[in-house]
């Protein structure tokens, strides 16, 4: 079966670095997006990665390893707005969205 | 970017009646929109899949009669919560994908609550 797996809930510091790792097993594969998510809204699109690798957007980085199934993403320099929910979705065969439970972060100053 | 819009962005409804949700791709053609049900703490729940000028692909488990799916053109899909009961009450998320995007992302409508009495 397809399934994803993430922490359900984080809590960092203001200003600190969080990593959130997202695990995921498709039938085959053809990328992997990051979503934030505020209580509420409706998710907004953080980043896409398909090749092996480092993707770095300004304050938030996106990581994956293909062969290994993985994926993080890491937020530098907290802000009490990160505070939010993140979702990993792998992409499958089809290219339908196989979606995480989100991790819950919890900001604290 | 690309912009998706939702209406209405609340509803409040008596047990039994009926409720239409729209969803709009604003400045992009969307072939493909998505429709999700999100329960409180809970992640995105994939209902259907609906195509223009087709028949949406539901998920399992989800009711066809119940959640109709209208999507005639390549800007607007339609849900259609038919006789709601309390427990339809929910967050309902439509989202388009566009075609000519460099990843192919989904990009998000901005949700609808509703709530059924």
């Known amino acids: 079966g397809q399934n994803i797996d993430q922490p359900t809930e984080m809590t960092a510091t203001e200003g600190a670095i969080v990593q959130i790792n997202c695990t995921y097993q498709t039938s085959g594969f053809n990328g992997l997006f990051w979503y934030q998510q505020h209580a509420g809204e409706a998710p907004t699109f953080l980043s896409y990665?398909?090749l092996d690798g480092l993707e770095e957007k300004g304050r938030f980085s996106s990581f994956l390893s293909r062969s290994k199934g993985y994926s993080y993403l890491l937020l530098k320099e907290l802000q009490m707005k990160d505070s939010a929910s993140y979702l990993c979705a792998a992409v499958d065969s089809n290219y339908q969205l196989i979606w995480g439970a989100g991790t819950k972060l919890i900001i604290k100053p | 970017g690309a912009v998706v819009s939702q209406h209405p962005s609340w509803v409040i409804c008596k047990s039994g009646t009926s409720v239409k949700i729209e969803c709009r791709s604003l400045d992009f053609q969307a072939t493909t929109m998505f429709w999700y049900r999100q329960f409180p703490k809970q992640s995105l729940m994939l209902m259907a899949t609906?195509?223009?000028?087709?028949?949406?692909?539901?998920e399992q488990g989800v009711e066809k009669d119940k959640f109709l799916i209208n999507h005639a053109s390549l800007t607007l899909s339609t849900l259609t919560v038919t006789s709601a009961h309390p427990e339809d009450s929910s967050f309902y998320i439509c989202?388009?994908?566009?075609?000519?995007?460099?990843?192919?992302?989904?990009?998000f409508g901005p949700g609808t609550r509703l709530t059924v009495l």
């Open positions: 990665n398909v």
């Open positions: 989202s388009a994908r566009d075609a000519q995007g460099a990843h192919n992302e989904q990009f």
């Open positions: 609906s195509n223009e000028g087709s028949k949406a692909t539901y």
